[in-house]
């Protein structure tokens, strides 16, 4: 199944999306600049493979619900979001307003 809602962080609107595949669950919450997600993101392929697309994106690992992504601190993330001043550490919630 998959469910499309939309968030409002400091009059900031967002798209969250949860997947429920076999055995996992995705979750994504997009903004207009980039987006974080759970720890199937792979960052090293965006850095590496598609460095010139620029995709700001960041990954928190363990988490299972949208509000654990918006509360846990992010483990990796891309060099394009580190432009937009995210860094690793932060919330998933404080990544996406800078992404806003």
Same mark, same amino acid.
């Given at each position: /199944? /998959? #469910?499309?809602?939309p968030?409002?962080?400091? $009059?900031?609107?967002?798209?969250?999306?949860?997947?429920?595949?076999?055995?996992?669950?995705? *979750?994504?919450?997009s @903004?207009s600049? +980039?987006?974080?997600m759970? +720890?199937? *993101? $792979?960052?090293? %392929? *965006?850095?590496?493979?598609w460095?010139? #697309?620029?995709?700001?994106?960041? #990954?928190?690992l +363990?988490v #299972?619900t949208m509000e654990q992504? *918006? $509360?846990?601190?992010l483990?990796?993330?891309? &060099?394009?979001?580190?432009?937009l @001043?995210? %860094? &690793? @550490? /932060?919330?998933g919630?404080?990544?996406?307003l800078? /992404?806003?």
């Open positions: /199944m /998959m #469910r499309m809602e968030l409002l962080l400091q $009059d900031k609107m967002f798209k969250c999306m949860t997947i429920e595949l076999p055995e996992t669950t995705l *979750l994504i919450v @903004g600049k +980039g987006y974080i759970c +720890g199937a *993101l $792979d960052i090293d %392929v *965006l850095n590496t493979k460095p010139k #697309r620029k995709i700001a994106a960041a #990954r928190a +363990g #299972r992504l *918006l $509360d846990a601190p483990e990796s993330v891309t &060099k394009a979001a580190e432009e @001043g995210v %860094v &690793k @550490g /932060m919330s919630r404080e990544a996406l800078r /992404m806003a």
